[in-house]
């Protein structure tokens, strides 16, 4: 069995390019240039891709990856899926620049046997990842680590935080209700 598939890899580049597009005017580095016209120009560009994939991407693919591999890992069957529909949508709430975004990059769907406890942890696994990476930028913000790219942390401790909140909600479908209820599995049987 492949760790990963052509199929997946495609997944994968799918949803880091939504997300990148989602978020591309959200974060941009310090700019180099006090030329108002560039900095315009700049702003406008496609090229801002980059940075909304920097800042947000690495966040979201170790979310699936840590529910993926760990769960093949507990000798279950695990396959990462992009959600094309749930992106479209939240593109176009982008594209009519509304206050808030929802949309669902990607998931993985999980299917064979394990305990409570591993199908638990398994849940767990991918908000993790987000609190990880909120750490980590609020780490490198403390220590003043990247000057050029402070705007950059930001958005990601900022993003990263707020979906370890969202995905351990207790409601179906996010992770938290997997968890949540998997662990009162595992003490009540």
Do not use: C
Not at 4 to 26: A, Q, S
Not at 107 to 117: A, D, E, N
């Amino acid at each position: 069995m492949a760790i990963i598939t052509v199929l997946e890899l495609i997944h994968l580049v799918i949803m880091v390019v939504g997300i990148g597009y989602i978020f591309k005017d959200m974060v941009k580095p310090i700019a180099q240039s006090h030329d108002p016209i560039a900095v315009i120009e700049k702003s406008m560009s496609l090229s801002n891709l980059k940075w909304g994939i920097i800042a947000v991407a690495p966040g979201v693919v170790a979310h699936e990856a840590a529910h993926k591999f760990l769960a093949m890992g507990f000798g279950m069957q695990a396959t990462f899926q992009s959600s094309p529909i749930w992106l479209a949508a939240g593109i176009i709430m982008k594209v009519l620049q509304l206050p808030f975004i929802f949309f669902i990059p990607g998931y993985v769907t999980i299917t064979g046997t394990g305990t409570p406890l591993e199908f638990a942890l398994v849940a767990f696994a991918g908000p993790l990842m987000h609190l990880f990476f909120y750490f980590g930028a609020r780490y490198a913000l403390a220590k003043r680590m990247w000057p050029k790219y402070t705007n950059i942390l930001v958005v990601t401790r900022y993003v990263n935080g707020f979906l370890f909140i969202f995905n351990m909600l207790p409601f179906p479908p996010f992770d938290g209700f997997h968890v949540y209820t998997n662990l009162i599995r595992m003490f009540t049987g």
